[in-house]
Nanobody, 120 residues
Framework: QVQLVETGGGLVQAGDSLRLSCAASGRTFSSYVMGWFRQAPGKEREFVEAISGFGTRTKYADSVKGRFTISRDNAGNTVYLQMNSLKPEDTAVYYC?????????????WGQGTQVTVSS
């Protein structure tokens, strides 16, 4: 079992930056794929970014490529999402996830989410 706690959301203006953090419990953090997903009002949850256990592989949704960067600190059991050049369409609840399928995004453990609102 993995418990995840996201922090760092908030209200910003278009063009601003935010960094989300996700603290994970457990002793085997480095063995987990970690990632971020988001869900905008009235839409289904969508994949944002993922990073492999030791950070050697990453993958991004086309909508955030070049603007968002995922990273992890295995010593601190934390994964980050640096979000730059934010757009109003980035407004969503952002969820941290662990140990999900790299290809299908199924299964895994999920946090409670943190709200990101980008005003125009």
């Amino acid at each position: 079992q993995v418990q995840l706690v996201e922090t760092g959301g908030g209200l910003v203006q278009a063009g601003d930056s935010l960094r989300l953090s996700c603290a994970a419990s457990g002793r085997t953090f480095s063995s987990y794929v970690m990632g971020w997903f988001r869900q905008a009002p009235g839409k289904e949850r969508e994949f944002v970014e993922a990073i492999s256990g030791f950070g050697t592989r990453t993958k991004y949704a086309d909508s955030v490529k070049g603007r968002f960067t995922i990273s992890r600190d295995n010593a601190g059991n934390t994964v980050y999402l640096q979000m730059n050049s934010l757009k109003p369409e980035d407004t969503a609840v952002y969820y941290c996830a662990a140990d999900f399928n790299w290809s299908t995004y199924e299964r895994g453990f999920w946090g409670q989410g943190t709200q990101v609102t980008v005003s125009s």
